[in-house]
């Protein structure tokens, strides 16, 4: 009677996991690549600041959650009329780094495993990359389309974002959202590709967010 109570727990537990893997902040849907926003001669560009621009990301499984950042090392937005039309950022993978984990020895494994084939695959894939396809005004929120390549691999999403222009520096910043990692064949313990995981699977959606600041750059 007491193990069955356990299995009935634990398959309550990871019922309850898949539901709040389903209601993640902001989830996008990945669709074909779509063509890049083509950049007017007369619209402003700002160059991304490095220093101050950055990704930051959070995985989860059953048993918690870990989370961490990924830099920026180069990029722009175009402005066309006041309005964001374009751009791009180049996120680079070896950058990855752990925030929650204070034991440097388990910090360490998790980069080195998050750097892996099993993930990122660092060593072939150094870099990943969005490009701006669209931006649109839905509901009130500026929803930015774009070209997300991982590990080789290019799908298009969106996220809501907001955007401001402070002079000669904008800063782009989205809300919290969602991908599913297996659509760029990040399928280490994914319950859609192993079996019998049970709390040992890690979930599929990666949460991340993203703060992109620019200057503006200097007229030819």
Same mark, same amino acid.
């Given at each position: 009677?007491?193990?069955?109570? $356990?299995?009935?727990?634990?398959?309550?537990?990871?019922?309850? &996991?898949?539901?709040?893997?389903?209601?993640?902040?902001?989830?996008?849907?990945?669709?074909?690549?779509?063509?890049?926003?083509?950049?007017?001669? &007369?619209?402003?560009?700002?160059?991304?600041?490095? =220093?101050?621009?950055?990704? #930051?990301?959070?995985?989860?499984? %059953?048993?918690?959650?870990?989370?961490? #950042?990924?830099?920026? *090392? =180069?990029?722009?937005?175009?402005? @066309?009329?006041?309005?964001?039309?374009?751009?791009?950022?180049?996120?680079?993978?070896? !950058?990855?780094?752990? /925030?929650? /984990?204070?034991? @440097?020895?388990?910090? #360490?494994? $998790?980069?080195?495993?998050?750097? *892996?084939?099993?993930?990122?695959?660092?060593?072939?894939?150094?870099?990943?990359?969005?490009?701006? !396809? *669209?931006?649109?005004?839905?509901?009130?929120? !500026?929803?930015?389309?774009?070209?997300? !390549?991982?590990?080789?691999?290019?799908?298009?999403?969106?996220? %809501?974002?907001?955007?401001?222009?402070?002079?000669?520096?904008?800063?782009?910043?989205?809300? %919290?959202?969602?991908?599913?990692?297996?659509?760029?064949?990040?399928?280490?313990? &994914?319950?859609?590709?192993?079996?019998? $995981?049970?709390?040992?699977?890690?979930?599929?959606?990666?949460?991340?967010?993203?703060? $992109?600041?620019?200057?503006?750059?200097?007229?030819?």
């Amino acid at each position: 009677m007491k193990n069955q109570f $356990l299995k009935v727990a634990v398959v309550f537990f990871l019922g309850l &996991s898949v539901i709040a893997c389903k209601k993640a902040n902001n989830e996008t849907e990945a669709k074909t690549a779509e063509e890049v926003a083509q950049i007017a001669d &007369s619209a402003a560009k700002y160059n991304a600041d490095t =220093e101050n621009s950055s990704v #930051t990301w959070k995985g989860s499984k %059953p048993a918690g959650e870990h989370n961490g #950042t990924i830099n920026i *090392s =180069e990029g722009y937005l175009a402005f @066309e009329d006041g309005n964001l039309s374009g751009g791009n950022f180049i996120i680079d993978m070896n !950058t990855i780094v752990n /925030l929650d /984990l204070e034991s @440097e020895e388990y910090n #360490t494994k $998790l980069v080195n495993h998050l750097k *892996s084939a099993d993930f990122f695959n660092v060593a072939e894939n150094p870099f990943s990359v969005f490009a701006i !396809t *669209s931006v649109d005004e839905k509901e009130g929120k !500026t929803m930015v389309k774009g070209n997300l !390549t991982v590990k080789g691999i290019k799908k298009n999403i969106e996220f %809501p974002a907001t955007v401001v222009v402070n002079g000669d520096v904008v800063t782009l910043t989205s809300e %919290p959202f969602t991908i599913d990692r297996t659509e760029w064949d990040i399928k280490f313990k &994914s319950g859609k590709f192993f079996e019998d $995981l049970k709390d040992k699977v890690i979930h599929d959606n990666i949460e991340l967010s993203v703060v $992109l600041t620019a200057n503006k750059a200097a007229a030819l």
